[in-house]
C-alpha cells in the first residue's frame, strides 16, 4: 500500500487495535482515500461477529 502512495494510520490506534480491523491506510487527496484491510492466512476466513461478517459495511461501519 506505501508503494502506492498510501499512508499507513497509526497501528497503536485506538480502531485499528481493538476492534478487529487490521489495517487502515490513506491516500492523500484530494479527494482522500481510504482502505481497510482485513488479513488472513492459509485457510482462514471472514468470521461471523455479533456485528455481522467481517468486512461487510456494518461490521466496518461499527469499527470507525
Not at 480502531?15 to 482485513?38: A, C, F, L, Q, R
Request: glycine content about 8%; hydrophobic content about 30%.
Amino acid at each position: 500500500m506505501v508503494s502506492k502512495g498510501y499512508e499507513k494510520i497509526d497501528a497503536h490506534d485506538p480502531i485499528t487495535s481493538t476492534h478487529g480491523i487490521d489495517g487502515i491506510y490513506m491516500k492523500p487527496g484530494p479527494p482522500k482515500e481510504y482502505v481497510i484491510i482485513e488479513a488472513k492466512y492459509d485457510r482462514s476466513t471472514l468470521k461471523m461477529t455479533e456485528d455481522g461478517i467481517q468486512m461487510t459495511d456494518n461490521w466496518i461501519r461499527k469499527r470507525i
